[in-house]
């Protein structure tokens, strides 16, 4: 339990108790920095947070997930990123950045910390810890920050300090998840739709290749770098803010702009685009057979266009696409490893898990795990804390 651990690290109680989600992506990849429609909802996997205030400007963090760290203590007057204060970089982060905005807060906490997020599979852990952290701040102080700038200020510290330049849907999507609801949003203008997931006979299954994404963070950067040099090339013929905005004939008609990379990069941006605007009709229209080729021809796109799957995920798909009582499926997050999705008819998912795992651990030799995801609510005060271990 996570009290216990509390008690047993800090040697008092803890005050109160947190919990901030993951997330996955239903559709719309790899578009959140092209100005795009992303289709996400918070998971009810996540990560938790014991927290007792302190009355110096210590700040002094635990984690049950990297227990040979052990206490990693720093201060409110020295935030400066350092390698080796490890996973609190992201506390220091958001201490800082809210600290410029705040001076109000003159204190630090003791926090012990517990992720079920499976490290490294591409469910949001950061942002999941970014908004925890954020959480954790803004409810000792009262901070009067809206849930939008929440979002805001974790991607902030994932871009200026953590260094990882991505886009803004996962910290958006946890920030303002709700219960049993998918969020539309418009990455352009942060304009947002709540969207039902209401889903009787089926069920959306996730499912871990096992392949850590972390290393994938230099190629993120890169795919932004070429959607970037893509759109300055294009905007000399045509006029948009951002690769999304293009239509798919100007596309065409300026291939020769671009080189052949940059080419299917966009073409991977406008025709998700098009797909996520699609995919939120057949939802609210409960066609869910629609919403699945909607699924398939995403993942296709990301394979052969926007080149962010590889073997595991492509593994896991193909299998998955195969299965009676299968709608659709993809991955979801950034790519290169971490977790895929697929829609599974309910009476069909015992099947499905036990083919799509035995297809997976023959090709590539470990095994992935299934899970069946849970839409639940944005960062919030955990009353019932018996079952968080
Ligand atoms: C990561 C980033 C997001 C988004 C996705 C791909 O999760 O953090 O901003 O770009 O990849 O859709």
Known sequence: MLQECFVEVFNKEPEVIYFSPGRINLIGEHIDYNGGLVFPCPITLGTYAAVARRDDKTVRCYSKNFEDLGIIEFNLDHLDYDKKDNWTNYAKGVAKFL?????????????????NIPNGSGLSSSASLELLIIQIFKSLFNLPITEVEAALLGKKVENEYIGVNSGIMDQFAISLGKKDKAILLDCNSLDFT?????????????????????????????????????LAKLQSKVNAKNLCEIDLADLKANKDLLTENEY??????ITENIRTKASAEAFKNNDLVEFGKLLNASHKSLKEDYEVT????????????????????????AGFGGCSLAIVENDKIE?????????????????????????????TKVEDTKNII
Request: with cysteine; aromatic share 8%.
């Open 99 to 115: 600290l410029e905005k705040y001076p109000e807060i003159n204190s630090g906490f003791d926090a012990v910390v517990y992720g």
């Open 351 to 379: 099947a499905f898990v036990e083919n799509v795992g035995k297809a997976y651990l023959d090709k590539i030799g470990y095994a992935a795990d299934f899970y069946i995801a849970k839409i639940g609510d944005g960062p």
């Open 264 to 269: 299917k990069r966009a073409c991977h941006a």
């Open 194 to 230: 709540y969207i039902p997931v209401d889903m009787p006979t089926t069920k959306i299954v996730i499912m871990n290749t096992n392949k850590r994404r972390e290393l994938a963070d230099s190629k993120y950067n890169e795919r932004r770098a070429e959607c970037e040099s893509a």
């Open 310 to 333: 590889g073997i595991e995920l492509d593994t896991l798909v193909a299998a998955a696409q195969e299965q009676p009582g299968t709608l659709g499926a993809r991955m979801t997050g």
